[in-house]
């Protein structure tokens, strides 16, 4: 995803295929429902550093980068969480000098169901 595409997608509201949590020291336990809605439709992106108020979007950034993702990917990559591996890919992006993890979750086939199982 180019830096262009990244703010455009800041910038739009949420939708079917775009998702934002503030999950600035832990991921947000609806993260993962989040995962399993977008694996069993289009696909999006789910990203991580966005506080939503209402209708607005504020920039707070992640501030525990490396534990927020690793504990997010450990998780879903848990079998007994979901009942398929989902490739998803990331990126890390920064505005503002505050730093976004962007999660692409990819559509899977039709053949198979993603439920997230709490």
Request: charged share 25%; hydrophobic share 40%.
């Given at each position: ?40 439709t289009a696909g999006g992106h789910l990203v991580f550093g ?33 009942n398929m591996i989902v490739e998803i890919k990331e990126h ?27």
């Amino acid at each position: 995803m180019t830096e262009q595409e990244f703010l455009k997608l800041l910038h739009s509201h949420e939708w079917n295929d775009i998702e934002f949590k503030e999950a600035q020291t832990a991921v947000p336990k609806n993260a993962y429902e989040t995962v399993s809605t977008f694996a069993n439709t289009a696909g999006g992106h789910l990203v991580f550093g966005v506080k939503k108020d209402g209708t607005n979007f504020e920039v707070v950034g992640v501030l525990g980068v490396d534990k927020v993702q690793n504990d997010f990917l450990t998780t879903i990559r848990q079998q007994e969480k979901l009942n398929m591996i989902v490739e998803i890919k990331e990126h890390l992006h920064s505005v503002d000098k505050k730093y976004l993890l962007v999660f692409y979750v990819p559509e899977v086939s039709r053949s198979e169901n993603v439920p997230w199982v709490n």
